[in-house]
């Protein structure tokens, strides 16, 4: 049993700066990758970053500069820098993880619950 729990969402004015935090817990062998997905009011869920089993990193052109993905290996914590954020960034922000968990031969994809970022003065 894999469980993710995401925190870090709320209100903030653009130019300011939040971090969102996903930690995934359980029986869990491999993680693969690690992404932030978003999902704005009446638009289709977006990928906004990437982070790989060897550390490597990739960004949506849409928040490339602005926001940093990171970890903590020692309790699988994931993590989503925001800086500078902008009343388009507004939306419920999501982790997915492409991971192997311990009781199977096979990787699958996790989702976190999400958690709500409002970009508003």
């Known amino acids: 049993q894999v469980q993710l729990v995401e925190s870090g969402g709320g209100l903030v004015q653009p130019g300011g700066s939040l971090r969102l935090s996903c930690a995934a817990s359980?029986?869990?062998?491999?993680?693969?990758?690690m992404n932030w997905f978003r999902q704005a009011p009446g638009k289709e869920r977006e990928w906004v970053a990437t982070?790989?089993?060897?550390?490597?990193?990739n960004y949506a052109e849409s928040v490339k500069g602005r926001f940093t993905i990171s970890r903590d290996n020692a309790n699988n914590s994931y993590y989503l820098q925001m800086n500078s954020l902008k009343p388009e960034d507004t939306a419920v922000y999501y982790c997915?993880?492409?991971?192997?968990?311990?009781?199977?031969?096979?990787?699958?994809?996790?989702w976190g619950q999400g958690t709500q970022v409002t970009v508003a003065s």
């Open positions: 997915n993880f492409d991971l192997r968990p311990g009781s199977s031969s096979f990787s699958r994809n996790y």
């Open positions: 359980g029986s869990i062998f491999r993680i693969n990758t």
């Open positions: 982070i790989a089993n060897g550390g490597s990193t």
